[in-house]
């Protein structure tokens, strides 16, 4: 799970995206466009979204999930 902002003329693109990674690329299996304008944080509610809309699409199943990255930008 991982947010991205892009900048497209004054317009920012805020995205959250839940992906299953394979070496260096990550393939977006949900994601939707968040109303944040600039640089912020995810919360507990945007966040649980995003895991509601993959159960939906994929089903209640016993996932396994890896930590996020860490700061230096190295996996878990």
Not at 43 to 67: C, H, P
């Amino acid at each position: 799970m991982d947010r991205t902002n892009w900048k497209w003329g004054i317009v920012h693109l805020n995205i959250l995206m839940l992906c299953i990674v394979e070496g260096y690329i990550g393939f977006p299996l949900t994601w939707f466009s968040l109303e944040k304008q600039g640089k912020g944080n995810t919360n507990s509610d945007e966040r649980i979204t995003l895991m509601k809309s993959f159960v939906k699409i994929f089903g209640a199943k016993d996932w396994q999930f890896l930590s996020p990255k860490n700061k230096n930008g190295s996996p878990g």
